[in-house]
C-alpha cells in the first residue's frame, strides 16, 4: 500500500471517527470565543456606582441570600466571587449558575442572570459527561485531529509537490 493511500485511509477514518466530538468541541468553542457578544452565555458585567469598596463579604452574601433565583443561603451556596474592583461591582455566582452582581458601594442588586459560559466549557473540554469520556473519548479525538491536520497537509500538498517537481525536472 502507498503512502498516499495509507494517509487517504487514516484521514477517512480519523475524520469518521472524530466527527461528533469535534463537532460539540467547535460549536462550544464558537459559542465561548463569542461569551462577550452572547448575553445568553456570560451576562455583561455592569458597572457600581463608584470604584469604592464599603461593602464587607458578610454583607454581600446578605445582599445575595435575598435573590430566590440563586437559592444562596451560607457561603456553601457560593460557587465563587468574582470582584472588579475599577468598576464597583462584585459578581457572586451560585452552585446552581446563578449570577447576581451587586454594587460594592451601595449594596443594591444590579443585575440577577444565568450564566452558561462554565457549563458550556465543562462541556467543551468534555468533563461535563464525565471525567472518563474527557479523558476517552475528547483526548483521542484532539490526537485525530492532529492526524487529519497532518494528513490534510500531505493530501494537499502532495499534488503540488509532484507538479513542482515534474517541471523542475523538464
Given at each position: ?9 487514516i ?5 469518521i ?12 468553542g464558537?459559542?465561548l ?30 445582599v ?83 492526524a ?23
Amino acid at each position: 500500500m502507498s503512502l498516499f493511500n495509507w494517509n487517504r485511509k487514516i484521514h477517512r477514518w480519523c475524520s469518521i471517527a472524530a466527527m461528533l466530538p469535534l463537532g460539540i468541541i467547535i460549536t462550544s468553542g464558537i459559542m465561548l470565543q463569542l461569551k462577550r457578544q452572547l448575553d445568553w452565555v456570560q451576562p455583561p458585567t455592569r458597572s457600581g456606582s463608584s470604584q469604592e469598596l464599603a461593602k464587607d463579604f458578610a454583607e454581600i452574601l446578605e445582599v445575595a441570600s435575598t435573590v430566590p433565583a440563586a437559592a444562596i443561603e451560607t457561603w456553601a451556596d457560593v460557587d465563587r466571587l468574582d470582584v472588579r474592583p475599577n468598576k464597583g461591582v462584585v459578581k457572586v455566582r451560585a452552585n446552581n449558575r446563578w449570577e447576581i452582581q451587586i454594587d460594592t458601594t451601595t449594596g443594591e442588586v444590579l443585575q440577577v442572570a444565568y450564566r452558561r459560559s462554565d457549563l458550556i466549557e465543562s462541556i467543551h473540554d468534555g468533563s461535563f459527561f464525565h471525567e472518563n469520556i474527557k479523558l476517552w473519548i475528547f483526548l483521542p479525538s484532539a490526537v485525530m485531529a492532529s492526524a487529519l491536520w497532518v494528513t490534510g497537509i500531505y493530501l494537499f500538498g502532495r499534488p503540488h509537490w509532484a507538479k513542482w517537481k515534474k517541471r523542475k525536472n523538464r
